[in-house]
């Protein structure tokens, strides 16, 4: 997808000149691209007849065959053909649905709000038949629009199970690789050798490799089965992981998420190899994965756990690092430390500096003005004005009319975090503050010296703007939360990462991010420009703004306006 964006944005601090990053409006022109996102029919091989669809409300009701007598049911089933726009994607929903709605609004709010598995379901490929005989599927247009449909399976002689929990018997959140006929049949032969672990820490021999390379990457998944099962094995525990160690760090368990992670590794740690220390499981519970082997924590693993009578629960296992200073404790005058990872604009105009508040120690982010050209305070993970641009240059706005281009922005870094939270506050006296994150996949290291030919990927962004400090302004789609003001008059936001294209609305439209061409014919002008990523690339650099106004970089703001953030901290 291309994009030609005008009236950029950003922000820098400068005495005379320059504000601080973020801001801005943009205008898009899209072409090349299918906005197209029909979805006729999708035929298995275990159906009936031709599927009941109900294209109005997004449903479609398939009759399959009975299943064989070895068969007390059909666990999964697989897929024939797609009948579907040309250019788009299906993808599996990943998360419960509660309710599916009728109303075609609703529909398009749900289908933007939900997660899906990134790799899209293919022709000949299985996907899995929960015990509630229902799957949610999203439709992905080639620019990205996208409806959530509703798959109802009638199985002869087997009633779908209910749940109290989960309404029109929503499919379960865990979700467990599975390959397609020819690839199950080769896995079969090989499985020997895994070795799984029980909670009392005992290992047996069990199918299946354990090596790092049995990650999910693969586009088709299965879901859990359980309506072949007794009654008396439905009624059992789930079977759960009760701790699990990587690298000899102990990780967080979210139950509500089935996710494990560990995000204190030293910074920088090779992601790509490392050691599940240990694993402990509920009573009887066996897992795909052998304590002492490595596996590659920073793309994530899926871990499936299985009981006895053969129930199972899938966890996303998880691991990475801080930011070094990520919490804004360790100052040398008004630059927080290691100034290697953190920047201001305040060898121009001091706008941050230390701020101590009760137990709180942070940075006082604040937008200040000299001879009429405001001056935005910024924090971020950037080089302000590597090239030593003089300060009479940078005072002529027809010289530098983007004060993005002033700085070098992103730091080496490598991990795939999920969340990013941080305390703040801000007094905005009507101005707007910008507080985002980016992950890069680039070809080069830093801009200062981009190559021509190099290319810089966004992989994953979120990204909060706003007037008002509880997020009652504008809609921010990235923000998962706003807590209310702790002792220190400091509120939690929780921004969660999306990795691809951003979410419609996502204030990163109204941005430079996506601006490779620059503005100023200054020879010291700074390329920051990124183009679309899958979300998929490795992750090689990383972008963490604060600004205490938004369109600085256009010398707009308030005077003292006040931004103030204290422990910023990821989560994988």
């Known amino acids: 997808m291309?994009?030609?964006?005008?009236?950029?944005?950003?922000?820098?601090?400068?005495?005379?000149?320059?504000?601080?990053?973020?801001?801005?409006?943009?205008d898009y022109d899209t072409f090349g691209t299918s906005d197209y996102c029909d979805f006729n029919e999708l035929t298995l091989a275990e159906q009936d007849a031709s599927p009941m669809v109900n294209a109005a409300g997004h449903r479609m009701e398939f009759d399959l065959v009975a299943p064989s007598k070895s068969k007390k049911t059909w666990d999964s089933v697989t897929v024939e053909n797609i009948d579907m726009s040309h250019f788009a994607s299906l993808h599996l929903v990943t998360e419960k649905i509660s309710d599916f709605p009728t109303d075609s609004l609703e529909l398009d709010s749900l289908a933007q709000k939900v997660s899906y598995t990134k790799e899209a379901i293919k022709e000949g490929e299985k996907f899995g038949v929960p015990s509630s005989h229902v799957v949610y599927v999203v439709l992905i247009s080639e620019s990205g629009m996208k409806s959530v449909w509703q798959l109802q399976f009638n199985i002869p002689n087997v009633?779908?199970?209910?749940?109290?929990?989960?309404?029109?018997?929503?499919?379960?959140?865990?979700?467990?690789?599975?390959?397609?006929?020819?690839?199950?049949?080769?896995?079969?032969?090989?499985?020997?050798?895994?070795?799984?672990?029980s909670s009392s820490s005992q290992k047996s021999e069990q199918g299946g490799s354990s090596?790092?390379?049995?990650?999910?990457?693969?586009?088709?998944?299965?879901?859990?089965?359980?309506?072949?099962?007794?009654?008396?094995?439905?009624?059992?525990?789930?079977?759960?992981?009760?701790?699990?160690?990587?690298?000899?760090k102990s990780a967080v368990i979210d139950e509500e998420r089935k996710a494990v992670h560990v995000d204190d590794l030293d910074f920088r740690t090779n992601l790509t190899s490392l050691e599940l220390s240990e694993i402990t499981l509920s009573e009887g519970a066996t897992a795909n994965v052998s304590e002492g082997k490595s596996y590659d924590f920073g793309a994530g693993v899926q871990v499936t756990v299985t009981n006895a009578s053969g129930k199972t629960e899938t966890y996303s296992v998880k691991a990475g690092y801080q930011l070094p200073g990520e919490n804004f404790n360790s100052w040398k005058g008004d630059d927080v430390t290691p100034d290697s990872i953190w920047g201001n604009a305040n060898t121009i105009l001091t706008t941050t500096e230390k701020t101590s508040s009760g137990s709180m120690v942070?940075?006082?982010?604040?937008?200040?003005?000299?001879?009429?050209?405001?001056?935005?305070?910024?924090?971020?993970?950037?080089?302000?004005?590597?090239?030593?641009?003089?300060?009479?240059?940078?005072?002529?706005?027809?010289?530098?009319?983007?004060?993005?281009?002033?700085?070098?922005?992103?730091?080496?870094?490598?991990?795939?975090?999920?969340?990013?939270?941080?305390?703040?506050?801000?007094?905005?006296?009507?101005?707007?503050?910008d507080i985002y994150i980016l992950l890069e996949n680039r070809t080069g290291d830093k801009n200062v010296n981009r190559k021509s030919d190099d290319v810089n990927k966004l992989v994953a962004s979120a990204w909060f703007r706003s007037t008002k400090a509880d997020n009652s302004g504008r809609e921010n789609p990235d923000v998962v939360s706003v807590s209310e003001p702790d002792e220190n008059k400091m509120r939690t936001l929780r921004l969660k990462l999306k990795y691809g294209e951003p979410l419609a609305g996502s204030p990163i439209e109204n941005s430079s991010t996506f601006n490779t061409n620059l503005s100023s014919s200054n020879k010291s002008a700074i390329n920051n420009g990124l183009v679309q990523g899958t979300g998929d690339e490795p992750v090689t650099h990383i972008r963490v703004v604060f600004a205490s106004s938004a369109d600085g970089n256009h010398y707009k703001g308030a005077k003292g306006a006040t931004l103030i953030v204290d422990e910023m901290r990821l989560i994988y």
Do not use: H
């Open 159 to 197: 009633e779908p199970e209910s749940s109290s929990s989960v309404k029109n018997g929503a499919s379960s959140s865990s979700i467990k690789k599975a390959e397609s006929s020819s690839s199950a049949k080769a896995a079969t032969s090989s499985n020997s050798e895994k070795k799984s672990i």
């Open 211 to 248: 090596s790092a390379d049995d990650s999910p990457k693969s586009s088709a998944f299965v879901e859990s089965s359980n309506s072949g099962e007794s009654s008396d094995s439905r009624e059992e525990t789930a079977p759960k992981i009760l701790s699990l160690s990587i690298a000899g």
């Open 362 to 433: 942070g940075a006082k982010i604040q937008t200040g003005s000299a001879l009429t050209k405001v001056a935005s305070g910024s924090l971020y993970t950037a080089d302000f004005n590597p090239n030593g641009v003089g300060t009479l240059s940078m005072a002529s706005s027809a010289t530098w009319p983007d004060g993005n281009e002033l700085l070098d922005f992103g730091k080496p870094f490598a991990a795939r975090p999920e969340f990013m939270e941080v305390k703040f506050s801000y007094d905005g006296k009507g101005d707007s503050c």
């Open 2 to 26: 291309l994009f030609k964006i005008k009236n950029i944005w950003f922000t820098v601090s400068v005495l005379l000149t320059v504000a601080l990053l973020n801001g801005c409006t943009a």
